[in-house]
């Protein structure tokens, strides 16, 4: 596969990265085979966190005794404070069994609260360039699920890439965040380029995708055969279509009015309840373990139940999403996948 040039890191990369959530439910000899053929494909870019249980671990058997120069690794920590950060980042070196990760991500910066916690005193982002310095992390990024945060922090100039949810539905950050990146010579990730689970056509997500010269979509594969096809679509260059166009204005529309796009500008909720976390439960089933899926989403969708139907989030989603029935559709999806695992309501 070609490699790209990512921003300023000056890192060549394949144009395609292995995201490294789905290998958590794999046992590990076959976690181990998928993530071999991946690199056998000619990805070299793996993206994994200390989130994802075993995912670090897995990819690190996987990579044992090939050459560290020819892969790029990048790994994330949702440590708030620089104590705990630095904990997660050793962990991740002896997980991976490796001397330096190449893109340490400080994970998931999306509200306020947790801007100040990572970038005030004690605060994670000063365990990121102190890795920095010692060599431990060759280039500070962060993730995000927040545009208008991300952007904010992008023009601090503190770190050389960043990662967003993209996708031909989930398009807010090709308004600003990717030109932005773009002229800041920043690296971009494009998670969830498939919504997370629920956007099913692979050629079209990957040709929307391709449309953009500056982004790496880092697609979440538990199938060798799905980022084989997946490489397929990229290797042909095909581009979109008029009828391509049209489909995913369809696509758009039918999933408008329930999309939840992670903003959290919805809060503060009355009954504290976690709403993004209960509008996209969905997606989590679709690509985490059982346990990772109740651990992350069990006491959100519990305290989902408590819901009043007051609608002051109504009024504040920037999207108008009709967030107490999606509550209330995600919820039975919720009860079904609990009756499925035989786990108690």
Same mark, same amino acid.
């Given at each position: ?49 200390? /989130? ?76 990121? /360039? ?106 042909s260059g095909e581009k979109l279509t ?61 305290? /989902? ?9 109504v009024k504040r989603c920037p999207y108008n999403l009709s967030i107490p ?21």
């Open positions: 596969m070609d490699k790209v040039r990512f921003g300023k890191t000056e890192l060549m990369v394949s144009r395609i990265a292995f995201g490294g959530i789905p290998i958590q439910r794999l046992s590990t000899p076959e976690a181990v085979k998928v993530v071999r053929g991946v690199i056998d494909l000619g990805i070299n870019f793996l993206d994994t966190a200390n /989130a994802y249980s075993d995912s670090e671990e897995k990819i690190g058997i996987a990579i044992k005794d090939m050459p560290r120069e020819n892969l790029v690794i990048a790994s994330k920590s949702t440590a708030k404070d620089k104590k705990t950060f630095l904990e997660h980042l050793d962990l991740c070196l002896k997980r991976l069994g490796v001397d330096y990760i190449d893109l340490y991500q400080l994970h998931n910066v999306s509200s306020q609260e947790n801007y100040d916690a990572v970038f005030g005193k004690g605060g994670a982002y000063g365990g990121l /360039a102190e890795a920095v310095r010692m060599g431990k992390v060759r280039f500070p990024a962060f993730s995000s699920h927040s545009v208008p945060i991300a952007c904010r922090i992008m023009r601090e100039g503190k770190f050389a890439a960043v990662q967003l949810p993209f996708n031909y539905v989930d398009d807010t950050a090709a308004k600003e965040a990717i030109p932005l990146a773009k002229k800041l010579d920043m690296g971009f990730i494009a998670m969830k380029p498939f919504g997370g689970g629920l956007l099913s056509d692979a050629k079209m997500s990957i040709k929307y995708l391709a449309q953009f010269d500056n982004i790496v979509p880092d697609p979440g594969i538990e199938k060798l055969s799905e980022m084989e096809e997946i490489v397929r679509i990229v290797e008029p009828a391509d166009l049209a489909a995913i204005e369809k696509k758009k529309a039918e999933l408008g009015g329930s999309w939840c796009h992670r903003c959290d500008y919805c809060q503060p909720c009355p009954q504290k309840i976690g709403i993004s976390s209960a509008l996209t439960v969905e997606s989590l089933i679709k690509r985490m373990p059982v346990n990772r899926v109740v651990a992350m989403a069990g006491q959100a969708m519990e305290t /989902a139940r408590s819901c009043t139907a007051c609608r002051a989030c029935e999606l509550i209330k559709e995600n919820l039975k999806i919720w009860d079904e996948y609990l009756s499925e695992n035989s786990l108690k309501k």
